[in-house]
């Protein structure tokens, strides 16, 4: 058993995947001309679900009310050892959302929300560069290369983040 000295920090962040018929829901963060483009998602607060803080942040970024959430598409554990923390990051599809796109976040990160082709949202997730653990599963499901639920572990070393393991649910045999 280990002791509360040796005690790991352990951030949850969550990603919602919004779509309407073809496009994805992306949001602008920073000023408009040195923005990036992300898919919608931000951190687990105190006292909140995972479930919960996914309705929050589609909620104060994009506008959107989520009526239903879907599959969990992907998890990745990310170890930052010089840190003595980890994040885990929630990516999941939404099944069904309401409401106009205005962002309303209290933070005031949210410069803008669009929605945009699956290509063109690969390419500009492409750009943002950003943590290999959440990018590389998002880019990974949007280009169809992941299966739902497939486990990302990741490592920081003196290089960055580099994949330890990819792990893609069992399919059952016909």
Do not use: C
């Not at 962002?103 to 929300?113: A, M, R």
């Not at 997730?125 to 486990?151: I, S």
């Amino acid at each position: 058993m280990r002791h509360t000295s040796d005690a790991t920090h352990i951030d949850h962040v969550v990603i919602a995947i919004l779509r309407q018929e073809d496009r994805l829901v992306m949001v602008q963060s920073g000023h408009p001309d040195q923005a990036a483009w992300f898919i919608p998602g931000g951190l687990v607060e105190p006292g909140e679900l995972v479930t919960e803080a996914l309705v929050r942040e589609a909620r104060e970024e994009t506008g959107a009310r989520v009526e239903a959430i879907g599959p969990l598409i992907g998890l990745s554990q990310i170890d930052l050892p010089a840190q003595a923390a980890q994040v885990l990051v929630f990516l999941f599809e939404v099944a069904e959302w309401q409401g106009t796109l205005q962002p309303q976040d209290p933070d005031g990160e949210i410069s803008g929300v669009e929605l945009v082709t699956r290509e063109e949202a690969i390419s500009r997730l492409q750009r943002n560069g950003g943590w290999p653990g959440v990018g590389e599963p998002l880019l990974a499901y949007l280009r169809g290369e992941a299966a739902p639920g497939t486990l990302w572990v990741y490592r920081k070393g003196p290089d960055g983040q580099r994949l330890v393991a990819s792990l893609s649910p069992a399919v059952a045999a016909n």
